[in-house]
């Protein structure tokens, strides 16, 4: 009897082998309920609890992202040439049926998620100390307006105060021309965080 329903995986035994109690004749799977192993850097474990959200994508579907939830993370972490890092679990919520145990995946933890809030590319944000400025066109002329962020992104920023929608703002690029490159880009709201 199995201890657990599930579907038989893989069969190690062939027809007609004796096989005992410590024999392994199969490997019996549960499809309805996938987990993930990752690793966390210990710089990250602060910031990480069971019961956040996850975004996952994996290399045999791309373009499509399933939704998990961090289910565990270790107490003890394992050090490796001088680095420390602690195991935790993702599972994923409605995995579909061409998911299968072993694939690669990438997972992105949410931390933190705000609606409808105003946006800025981190190009175009430039750092002077703890201030930070981004470059405005207004009325035919650039100027440095200095704004406060909220979260950051790996590509974009809340705005929290310092820009309005609609403002045009410089985006700094870099170019191996002798003339230098800039770009212009809009406002508006979006969803940040994920």
Same mark, same amino acid.
């Given at each position: 009897?199995?201890?657990f +329903? $599930?579907?038989? /995986?893989?069969?190690?035994?062939?027809?007609?082998?004796?096989?005992g109690?410590?024999?392994?004749?199969?490997?019996?799977?549960?499809l309805? *309920?996938?987990?993930?192993?990752i690793?966390?850097?210990?710089v +990250?474990?602060?910031?990480?609890?069971?019961?956040?959200?996850?975004?996952i994508t994996?290399d045999?579907?791309?373009?499509?992202?399933?939704?998990?939830?961090?289910?565990e993370i270790?107490?003890?972490?394992?050090?490796?040439?001088g680095?420390?890092?602690?195991?935790?679990?993702?599972?994923?919520s409605?995995p579909?049926?061409?998911? *299968?145990? /072993?694939m690669?995946?990438?997972?992105?933890?949410?931390l933190?998620? *705000?609606?409808?809030?105003?946006?800025?590319?981190?190009r175009a944000?430039?750092t002077?100390?703890? *201030?930070?400025?981004?470059?405005?066109?207004?009325?035919?002329q650039?100027? +440095?307006?200095?704004?406060?962020?909220g979260l950051?992104?790996?590509?974009q920023?809340?705005?929290?105060? $310092?820009?309005?929608? /609609?403002d045009?703002?410089?985006?700094?690029?870099?170019?191996?021309?002798?003339?230098?490159?800039a770009g212009? $880009?809009?406002?508006?709201?979006?969803?940040f965080?994920r």
């Amino acid at each position: 009897m199995a201890p657990f +329903d $599930g579907t038989v /995986g893989d069969i190690y035994a062939e027809v007609g082998q004796w096989v005992g109690a410590s024999t392994q004749a199969m490997a019996l799977v549960d499809l309805s *309920r996938l987990d993930l192993a990752i690793t966390l850097a210990e710089v +990250d474990v602060p910031k990480v609890q069971a019961g956040q959200e996850a975004e996952i994508t994996l290399d045999a579907e791309p373009g499509a992202v399933f939704t998990g939830t961090v289910t565990e993370i270790d107490l003890v972490g394992t050090t490796t040439q001088g680095v420390v890092s602690y195991a935790a679990t993702v599972s994923i919520s409605h995995p579909t049926d061409t998911l *299968r145990p /072993g694939m690669n995946a990438s997972v992105s933890i949410i931390l933190a998620q *705000r609606e409808n809030v105003l946006v800025v590319p981190n190009r175009a944000v430039r750092t002077t100390g703890t *201030r930070r400025t981004v470059t405005v066109l207004y009325e035919g002329q650039l100027i +440095d307006v200095p704004v406060t962020l909220g979260l950051s992104g790996d590509t974009q920023s809340e705005v929290v105060s $310092g820009l309005q929608e /609609g403002d045009v703002v410089l985006i700094g690029t870099t170019t191996t021309t002798t003339g230098g490159g800039a770009g212009l $880009g809009g406002l508006g709201p979006g969803l940040f965080g994920r």
